[in-house]
Nanobody, 115 residues
Framework: QVQLVESGGGLVQAGGSLRLSCAAS????????MGWYRQAPGKQRELVAS???????NYVDSVKGRFTISRDNAKNTVYLQMNSLKSEDTAVYYC?????????WGQGTQVTVSS
């Protein structure tokens, strides 16, 4: 059974950077879309960024110019480079893959930005 394994979360000061990674533990042959979501306490989960198999990207307005999503198809891995972090970026970050007709979610990684 394929699982998504996330890494790279942690505690950082405002203005700092973190890089999240999410890799599939097994082979997913056709990944249509990879994305990162986040959920802050008391709030709904929201899409932060996504990237298609062709490399087209989409970002929520609040992270445009600060976050960059990228993918390595050979490694079935997606990354989220987060710069100029703000306290409002504090949340649990989840990766999501759509592939082989299925939806896969990671277990979540905590990102905490101290002001």
């Amino acid at each position: 059974q394929v699982q998504l394994v996330e890494s790279g979360g942690g505690l950082v000061q405002a203005g700092g950077s973190l890089r999240l990674s999410c890799a599939a533990s097994g082979k997913i042959f056709n990944i249509n879309s990879m994305g990162w979501y986040r959920q802050a306490p008391g709030k709904q989960r929201e899409l932060v960024a996504s990237i298609t198999s062709g490399g087209s990207t989409n970002y929520v307005d609040s992270v445009k110019g600060r976050f960059t999503i990228s993918r390595d198809n050979a490694k079935n891995t997606v990354y989220l480079q987060m710069n100029s972090l703000k306290s409002e970026d504090t949340a649990v970050y989840y990766c999501r893959f759509i592939g082989d007709g299925r939806l896969y979610w990671g277990q979540g990684t905590q990102v905490t930005v101290s002001s």
